[in-house]
């Protein structure tokens, strides 16, 4: 039984990713890499979640971000030590991990979730700082 229950939102996950243009077809609110930078150095960040791999997370990531894989967000989101209307920025590799990730903490009453422009990939492309 609990095999096939904590199995349930894994294949849920990976069955929503299917979906032609899934991550395309969000039209979430964004926050820049520079602002968030900002926020960052002046002590004043939303909470940092990093949803890639364990291997991608410890490579590099955003100063102050906690690692939350996508792929056991569904799992996790009740884990988080946060109130449910705090700010929080989502970011993956490109993008269609950290929409996976964002809709499960929707799902479990995240109000103020915003994903990453660029994620990643476009923050090092910037140059910013990396953890």
């Avoid at 904590?6 to 899934?22: A, D, E």
Wanted: charged share 20%; glycine share 6%; proline share 7%.
């Amino acid at each position: 039984m609990f095999y096939r229950k904590s199995l349930k939102p894994y294949l849920i996950t990976l069955c929503i990713m299917q979906w032609p243009g899934y991550a395309c077809a969000d039209n979430s609110a964004e926050i820049n890499a520079d602002v968030l930078l900002e926020q960052i150095e002046a002590g004043n960040s939303p909470a940092i979640l990093d949803t890639r791999s364990g291997f991608e997370f410890k490579s590099s990531h955003v100063p102050g971000a906690q690692h939350f894989p996508f792929w056991m967000s569904y799992m996790r989101a009740d884990d988080l030590d946060l109130p449910k209307d705090q700010p929080i920025v989502v970011y993956c590799a490109h993008g269609p991990r950290a929409v996976v990730a964002k809709h499960a903490l929707e799902k479990n009453g995240f109000s103020n979730v915003v994903l990453l422009k660029g994620h990643m990939t476009g923050w090092k492309k910037s140059g910013l700082p990396v953890e």
